[in-house]
Structure formats: C-alpha cells, structure tokens
Nanobody
Framework: QVQLVESGGGLVQAGGSLRLSCAAS????????MGWFRQAPGKERQFVAA???????YYANSVKGRFTISRDNGKNWVYLQMNSLEPEDTAVYYC???????????????WGQGTQVTISS
C-alpha cells in the first residue's frame, strides 16, 4: 500500500505561482509512475503531468511550458511547480502513483485526497 498526501494548494492571483508537494509513504515509489491530475467544479478529473518510473515526463497540452513535475525518490516526494497560473487552472489537484500509469487514470492505483488550487482573475 502507498499513502499519498498533497500539500501546497491555495489562493493566488492570475500570473502567480504555486508549488504542490506530494508525500508518499508505505513503500518507496521509485519504481512507480507518479502523476498529477486535477478536477474542476462540474468537470471530470483530467491528466496534468506524469513522471514515469523510467524518467519519462508527460504534460497535458494546457500546462506545457508552465508546469514542471519533479520527484525526489530518495525522500519519496513528488512536486508540481506551477507558474503563470490562469483562472482555468482552478481545481482540486490530486497526486497518484501506479506501476502502469502514464496519462490514463486507470494506470494509477493509489490516490491522495487532493489539494485545492484557486486562481483569481
């Protein structure tokens, strides 16, 4: 079992930055793909970014060039640096871990509770 806890959400103005963190416990996640997803009010949860076990990195087109995913396997942490934030980025952000995860949520077996990100215009 892997437990995931997100932190770092909050309220910022458009154009600002936030750094989300995800702490993993229970077992080391160095062999897992780690992903970030988000769910806006009234919308389905969608892919944001993924850092795979082999080092490959993927981003949704909507965040490419603005968001950066990174991981510290030694400390079991995953981060999402978010710059140039837009009101459309407002959502609950979830951290996920899975051995088969890439972009599809079905590849992730473990999920955090989420952290709220709100961007004001």
């Amino acid at each position: 079992q892997v437990q995931l806890v997100e932190s770092g959400g909050g309220l910022v103005q458009a154009g600002g930055s936030l750094r989300l963190s995800c702490a993993a416990s229970g077992r080391t996640v160095s062999s897992y793909s780690m992903g970030w997803f988000r769910q806006a009010p009234g919308k389905e949860r969608q892919f944001v970014a993924a850092n795979l076990w082999d080092g490959s990195i993927y981003y949704a087109n909507s965040v490419k060039g603005r968001f950066t995913i990174s991981r510290d396997n030694g400390k079991n942490w995953v981060y999402l640096q978010m710059n140039s934030l837009e009101p459309e980025d407002t959502a609950v952000y979830y951290c996920a871990a899975g051995r088969r995860g890439v972009i599809d949520q079905k590849g992730y077996d473990y999920w955090g509770q989420g952290t709220q990100v709100t961007i004001s215009s």
